[in-house]
């Protein structure tokens, strides 16, 4: 079955050091997108991918880097974790086919930085 | 300004009753695509809707994209649809990025 799958589902990190969460998707799309879902904000689009190679900015990037080494994984790295980047983030990839359109979501990642 | 724009922000109802939650958005979208988050959980995808009215069990999306405005219609409803209900703009461009708004949150009780 096909799915998006990230890592880790829980960290805690400290503030100043370097997180970096994994994505892997099966399902053959060739856009992957990093969203963050906060109370009060809802989901954000901070990075997103077209394909191997690329990375793209979304709403809010400021603080956070991607990486898309292949058309199945995409990572989002945190350079120098801060508090306020306490969160839960999710990995999804997609593509529209037609009138209709594919979208998966991983699980999440929680993210506590002290 | 906010590019996607949910009501009510929250719905209570006994089972068994309708529910009718409205998403506007803004004129770069290309379709709106609706989700379901349980507390806690990630985001299940429901239906998705370039225009018109689409039907999949209890549930019929309509979006009229002149108007930039769309809706879900929850038919007879059941405790185990409480949760958050989600609508996204699908962006126009290459990427098809989701723009999302806040939600509507939906309690159904016995």
């Known amino acids: 079955e096909a799915a998006v799958t990230q890592s880790p589902r829980n960290k805690v990190a400290v503030t100043g050091g370097k997180v970096t969460l994994s994505c892997n998707q099966t399902n053959n799309h060739n856009n992957m997108y990093w969203y963050r879902q906060d109370t009060g904000h809802g989901l954000r689009l901070i990075h997103y991918?077209?394909?191997?190679?690329?990375?793209e900015k979304g709403d809010i990037p400021d603080g956070y880097k991607a990486s898309r080494p292949s058309q199945e994984n995409f990572s989002l790295i945190l350079e120098l974790a801060t508090p306020s980047q306490t969160s839960v983030y999710f990995c999804?990839?997609?593509?529209?086919?037609?009138?209709?359109?594919?979208?998966?979501f991983g699980s999440g990642t929680r993210l506590l930085v002290i | 300004g906010q590019q996607v724009q949910q009501s009510p922000a929250s719905l209570v109802l006994q089972e068994g009753e309708n529910a009718e939650l409205q998403c506007n958005f803004s004129?770069?979208?290309?379709?709106l695509q609706w989700f379901y988050q349980r507390p806690g959980g990630s985001l299940v995808s429901l239906l998705s809707n370039p225009s018109g009215t689409k039907h999949t069990g209890r549930l019929t999306s309509t979006t009229v994209t002149k108007e930039r405005r769309g809706s879900l219609h929850i038919s007879s409803s059941q405790i185990t649809d409480s949760g958050t209900y989600l609508c996204a703009m699908v962006y126009q461009g290459g990427s098809a990025k989701l723009i999302f708004g806040e939600g509507t949150k939906l309690t159904v009780s016995s």
């Open positions: 991918s077209y394909g191997a190679g690329s990375t």
């Open positions: 999804a990839s997609g593509e529209p086919r037609g009138s209709d359109s594919d979208y998966t």
């Open positions: 004129s770069t979208a290309t379709r």
